[in-house]
């Protein structure tokens, strides 16, 4: 019986010894069980947004996916919470990149982190789930200019954060759209007015805040290194998954905005205000590249001379006497010309 007792208690010891390993394991197959769990359940996500979506996509695009033949190649995950559509085949739309953005719900870690540091202060955001668009129209359209609508509480940091707002966009209004909810951004109010149609103002007042910006725009979202001219017109369209299935009325403005824009005839002084702001960035752009110019030249010269100042070290003293004779001959025929051309 003794023998016995000591048998159980040599094998709790030898098991206490590995307490922290077994805690260890369990905590990790938690954490494994939860980021499966979360994964599936984005996944889940992603799905019923997209059936909701996918006849009217189908009705408006030729092609919705990587493959027409193959349901599943639709959706391309990029992630446990990332997910990308890809849709082309539309008259005046070359293609669309949508990118749905989920929670972390498979990372415990971070969907915590962010849940509580979100209500503990304005900077960080909570976890939202997202769809970003950027649709690509056709080439040829003819009118080219800078309209946005944005969230109040993101238009700030939206409007430092985009050149083409920044540069040329001016703070617009529309009565059908809150301006307690929006701020709305516009090269003028004429061309607030002739893209925010009663039309596209309901689509927005109909999305209850989910809609976070709405920019068209043929202008770089990000500084370029040269300007020239405008390019294609890109809408950007961000906005947040809303509760329920079944369409989105969101999405509609996929369809209705690339005709829209296309049939859109700018008036004459609305033309001339968007040309003068592009003059404006031409002139801007020319002034920066003459200056990158400036001191890229400085440079070469600072290290030409640098080059022989170290060539001229390694000479012998008479042939270093006859440098710097040359030197002086050569400043003063310099300094002549000037007084030359003063005279």
Partial sequence: ?????????????????????????????????????????????????????????????????????????????????????????????????????????????????????SKLTSAAKPATDRVELKLHLDKGLAEKFVVGVVRKDLATELFKKRFDLNRVGKIASNKAIASSEYTIYAETQKLADSILTSKVTDIINKSDGRLESLIISSLPDEEPELFETDSYITISLNFLMPTSTGFDPLVELVGDLPDAISQLRLTGDVKTKINKNREELGKEFAKKLAADRAEELAKKKAEAKRAEEERVKKLSPTEQRKWEEKERARNMKKQQKKQGRKM
């Fill in 1 to 117: 019986m003794a023998r016995q007792l000591n048998r159980y208690i040599h094998i709790a010891l030898r098991i206490m010894d590995f307490q922290m390993e077994i805690v260890l394991v369990s905590v990790f197959m938690l954490y494994f069980l939860v980021w499966l769990r979360g994964k599936k359940a984005n996944l889940n996500r992603a799905k019923g947004w997209l059936n909701g979506q996918v006849d009217y996509l189908q009705s408006q695009f030729a092609l919705v996916g990587d493959k027409k033949s193959n349901d599943q190649s639709i959706l391309m995950m990029d992630g446990p919470q990332d997910y990308l559509l890809y849709t082309t085949g539309r008259r005046n739309v070359q293609f669309g990149h949508w990118w749905l953005k989920l929670k972390p719900r498979n990372d415990i870690l971070t969907y915590f982190t962010t849940t509580v540091l």
